[in-house]
């Protein structure tokens, strides 16, 4: 991805929020080996084009059997209504993503950035900031990402991106 886009900007600058963080903060909570963001989703995260092409990318290089295994967790979350959902992406037995590099926005996001009077979203987190371990940390401002992601184009949710892309590559129904 070109280091001009619009999207690479907005990642750069939460790449640059996340990094004075763990900087202050070592022992901070998101990393490998944490999966619980992703096993407790409030929703199908909702993608721009820009986002979507670049987790396409990601997909295209994954093995065929990878891409089978997503496509079924997407089926199962287009009918879902429970909550809280687990991310497609996600390899459940590693607790890994297979698309890291290319995830979306609210996936690099998490954990390090706050929507006002919405709460901090991770449950340990939270945990962490009400026991005053975390009360020093300067969140990034989520409502700021989003009104940049909204200024680039509507959003769609992943699984309606997955599909539509999952048929063009006549895969699967």
């Not at 001009?4 to 990094?19: K, S």
């Not at 989703?41 to 093995?63: I, N, S």
């Not at 890291?100 to 945990?127: N, Q």
Request: aromatic share 8%; proline share 6%; charged share 25%.
């Amino acid at each position: 991805m070109s280091g001009t886009t619009p999207l690479f900007e907005i990642h750069a600058d939460i790449d640059a929020r996340v990094g004075s963080i763990r900087d202050a903060r070592p022992d901070w909570l998101c990393g490998k080996g944490c999966d619980n963001c992703c096993r407790r989703l409030a929703d199908v995260p909702l993608l721009t084009r820009a986002e979507w092409d670049l987790l396409r990318e990601g997909l295209a290089g994954l093995a065929a059997s990878q891409l089978c295994e997503i496509a079924g967790k997407i089926r199962v979350l287009t009918d879902a209504v429970g909550r809280p959902l687990v991310c497609p992406m996600l390899d459940e037995a590693s607790g890994a993503c297979p698309v890291y590099v290319h995830r979306p926005v609210a996936c690099r996001s998490y954990g390090f950035y706050v929507d006002r009077g919405l709460g901090l979203y991770c449950r340990d987190i939270e945990a962490l900031v009400a026991d005053g371990k975390m009360d020093d940390v300067v969140w990034g401002n989520h409502e700021v990402i989003e009104q940049r992601l909204a200024a680039l184009e509507p959003s769609r949710p992943l699984t309606e991106w997955f599909v539509a892309w999952w048929h063009d590559q006549g895969l699967g129904p």
